[in-house]
């Protein structure tokens, strides 16, 4: 009984970002049920990676964000402040983590290495922001749009129609694909 179970599921059908976020929404637990988040300014994106990296992190819990040292309340500004900061740190490259590369901050593309593939680091990064959108935070406005696409649509197509050679992170590479785009256009 218990395999045919499993057999019988149906698989999910493909949804969009929007329609993930808002069930993702729904499934919230009330504001009152909201977990604490202490932060430190100085080390605001290891404070809020420890969080979401964390065993215990439950998605369906809201957090309230208290700066160590500071006085305010959390009702809502601060925690949309934190995310804007935390995401603006790691896409400027201000943290210890160095995730992304680009020529310009809002068309970054991830740096491959095994060590944030073994650890995780942009699966607990997509929680963030998962977890900072359905709390009506900001999103992550840095991405290269190519890889936007790819991460909100899976179509590589659609990725790759929206490539530029401005999304190359090295300089002197990205000069030379422009100059073979020239010549090829020609």
Not at 162 to 172: I, L, M, P, Q, Y
Request: proline share 5%; aromatic share 10%.
């Amino acid at each position: 009984a218990l395999s045919q179970d499993m057999v019988e599921k149906k698989p999910e059908e493909n949804k969009d970002v929007p329609q993930i976020l808002s069930g993702l929404k729904l499934s919230m637990k009330p504001y009152m049920y909201s977990e604490k988040l202490k932060v430190d300014k100085e080390d605001i994106v290891m404070d809020f990676f420890h969080f979401y990296k964390s065993s215990e992190f439950d998605p369906s819990v809201p957090i309230k964000v208290q700066m160590r040292g500071e006085p305010a309340v959390d009702t809502g500004g601060v925690l949309r402040q934190s995310f804007t900061d935390v995401f603006a740190e790691i896409a400027n490259g201000n943290s210890c983590l160095r995730l992304f590369r680009g020529v310009d901050a809002s068309r970054l593309t991830p740096v491959y290495s095994s060590e944030h593939v073994l650890t995780g680091v942009f699966e607990v990064l997509g929680k963030m922001i998962a977890h900072s959108l359905i709390q009506g935070g900001p999103g992550f406005p840095f991405l290269a749009p190519s890889i936007y696409w790819y991460v909100a649509t899976g179509d590589l197509s659609e990725a790759v129609a929206r490539c530029s050679f401005v999304d190359v992170g090295d300089h002197e590479l990205a000069s030379f694909v422009e100059r073979v785009r020239i010549n090829v256009v020609e």
